[in-house]
Structure formats: C-alpha cells, structure tokens
C-alpha cells in the first residue's frame, strides 16, 4: 500500500459506548505505518483518541482498509460529516472532509 517507514492518514469508523452507556458511532482519523497497519497499531492509538473524547468499551473498529465501501460515508451522514466540511450527507464513494 504505501512504504513500511511512512505514516499517512487512516481512518477508523468505531462502535462503541458513550458515558451514559448508549450505543454511538465515532470516527477517528490516525497516523501510521503500513506494519504499524497491519499491527493494529491504529486501533491503539483511535481506542486512546476515544477514551480522551469521553467514549467507553466496548469498541468495535474498522479501519479504512478494512471497512466495507460503505461504512465510511454512512458514519459520515450518521455523524454529519459532508465531503466538503458542512452539514449535508455524503454520497457512497464520496470521502468525509477529515479523510482528505
């Protein structure tokens, strides 16, 4: 996919719990390598993102390789989060502004 020594965006669409216990996606966009990748190094550092944002286990995360061609613009409308930064949905195949 890309060199093994240089970090480039990921991004993890989560399942996962808020603080009143109710079931909430979250997205999360990382920085790493491909072994770091393919380590599950992503997962570590969007588990910490979320927990300092307030959500609780247990999480279930894809990563952008990973994930079904659907899921990321369906968080993305869920979340409203558009393509271009605003509040409107996203199109299947369309990436969400903090994907760019």
Same mark, same amino acid.
């Given at each position: ?28 966009? !990382? ?11 992503? %997962? *570590?550092?969007?588990? /910490? @993102?979320? +927990? ?12 952008? !390789? ?11 409308? %869920? *979340?409203?989060?558009? /393509? @271009?930064? +605003? ?14």
């Amino acid at each position: 996919m890309f060199a093994s020594t240089q970090k480039r965006p990921l991004t993890i669409v989560t399942a996962c719990m808020t603080t009143d216990g109710l079931p909430d996606f979250a997205m999360t966009t !990382v920085a790493v390598t491909e072994d770091e990748r393919e380590n599950g190094v992503q %997962y *570590l550092l969007a588990e /910490a @993102d979320l +927990a300092e944002r307030g959500f609780e286990e247990p999480m279930v995360h894809f990563d952008g !390789v990973e994930a079904p061609p659907f899921l990321v613009p369906a968080v993305c409308n %869920y *979340l409203h989060i558009s /393509a @271009d930064g +605003a509040t409107s949905m996203v199109e299947p195949g369309d990436k969400c502004a903090n994907e760019r």
